[in-house]
């Protein structure tokens, strides 16, 4: 029954009547939501959207504590990708004013050393291409061995889809963890892609899982999918169990097909990262690309006041992100200890 | 001596063109948080890298550019 301070509120019935749903399975029982009980979730109306942060944010405190885990990342390989993403201004076959670029070992190690005096704990290489060829191999191979050689943080790779021998090659080379998207649900990702399919991501994915390294796979949202899908979506990372998911908001691109499409609401973003904690109790659950644009920065506080629990810091990939020490100074501000090297969330 | 920046970063195309002005407002709001794509001696289309602490551009022309 609710209480009268409730309905003053402006929630709804169905609010109330989810967010205790959620308290009880979620935050009580430690039980993700399934995928009808996110949607409800994501429909519940801006005047509930404080309480649901808290909620998340409760979650998020009790089943992965305090600590955030901090993360840099950087491009290997820039531009000139094979595939069709309509998100990515990497793709070479759009008209994007993003060049093809390689970066050399000792910038690689450089940026590596940069990240690790942020106080991060992951550095993540990053290639746009379909999978590595012997060439990017080669390059990491012999740049993962030099980054271990001069700075002391953990090493994770995102070079599209794999082989059970290139798998096996990374674990060798002593990738702690592997990022591969999903990118979208399964009933949208035809929109987002048609040169892959979303099942061969799924299949890296659960290579990966199988490995001994990490996995982190996560999406993007605010690309023109149904909330529907962005549900449908969350339910299919829960299933894949990730370490940890980066939920990327739409930041468009020019020339890419998805350059003239608007930015996600921040209300919606926030809601979308409630629910995916809700969805994803335990898992590491990182603000990634476009949060800047969609959040700003009182919408970067109410994220982590609202279920995110890591960040990266500093630039992106080919385009810029805030100081890290802005961000470094808010979970200070927030009391939120950065997760130290080979401790574990 | 002070470059003459010719083009605009961002867009790549002439930063003053006749009939226009200030024409580049956008495109310099954009520039906070991307690195230039084009060279703004020649608007040539740059090699940009961008690392965690800062990026480099590089023109086939005009050479290097980077922050910080």
């Known amino acids: ?345 | 001596m002070t470059k003459l920046h010719l083009y605009c970063g961002y867009c790549g195309r002439p930063r003053t063109e006749p009939g226009e002005e200030s024409s580049h407002d956008g495109c310099a709001e954009n520039l906070r948080m991307e690195p230039p794509r084009y060279c703004s001696q020649c608007g040539r289309r740059m090699q940009v890298q961008v690392s965690p602490t800062s990026w480099t551009a590089k023109c086939v022309e005009h050479g290097e550019t980077s922050n910080p």
């Not at chain 1, 979730?41 to 942060?53: G, K």
């Not at chain 1, 970066?103 to 690689?108: A, D, G, M």
């Not at chain 1, 590491?284 to 994220?303: F, N, P, S, V």
């Open chain 1, 1 to 345: 029954m609710s209480t009268a301070a409730e309905e003053a509120t402006g929630t709804t019935a169905e609010d109330r009547d989810i967010l205790a749903i959620a308290r009880e399975q979620v935050l009580e029982r430690g039980v993700p939501l399934d995928e009808t009980q996110i949607l409800r979730v994501m429909r519940t109306s801006d005047a509930a959207l404080t309480d649901l942060l808290a909620l998340a944010h409760e979650v998020r405190m009790k089943w992965c504590g305090p600590e955030v885990e901090v993360e840099g990342i950087v491009s290997i390989k820039t531009g000139g990708c094979p595939e069709d993403c309509h998100f990515c201004s990497q793709s070479g076959q759009f008209t994007s004013p993003v060049r093809s670029v390689w970066l050399n070992i000792p910038e690689l190690v450089k940026a590596a050393e940069q990240t690790a005096a942020t106080g991060a704990s992951e550095f993540c290489i990053v290639a746009a291409v379909r999978g590595p060829d012997e060439r990017l191999m080669t390059q990491m191979r012999e740049g993962v061995k030099a980054i271990k050689e001069a700075v002391d943080i953990e090493v994770a790779a995102s070079l599209g889809m794999l082989s059970q021998e290139q798998v096996d090659d990374l674990v060798d080379m002593g990738i702690h963890r592997y990022n591969h998207n999903l990118e979208a649900a399964r009933s949208f990702f035809p929109q987002v892609v048609t040169t892959h399919s979303w099942e061969e991501r799924w299949d890296t994915c659960l290579m990966v899982r199988e490995s001994g390294m990490e996995l982190c796979c996560g999406c993007l949202v605010g690309m023109g999918e149904t909330v529907e899908q962005r549900a449908e979506l969350a339910a299919q990372l829960g299933e894949l169990q990730p370490d940890e998911v980066p939920l990327n908001f739409l930041n468009p691109r020019p020339g890419t097909p998805f350059g003239d499409l608007p930015l996600m609401e921040s209300t919606e973003a926030l809601r979308t990262i409630a629910a995916f904690r809700l969805a994803l109790p335990r898992t590491i659950l990182r603000y990634a690309g476009g949060r800047e644009l969609t959040l700003g920065d009182l919408g970067t506080r109410d994220g982590l006041l609202g279920g995110i629990n890591a960040v990266i810091v500093g630039n992106y990939l080919t385009t810029l992100g805030r100081d890290p020490k802005e961000d470094l100074a808010l979970l200070d501000d927030l009391k939120m200890p950065i997760k130290a090297l080979s401790s574990s969330l």
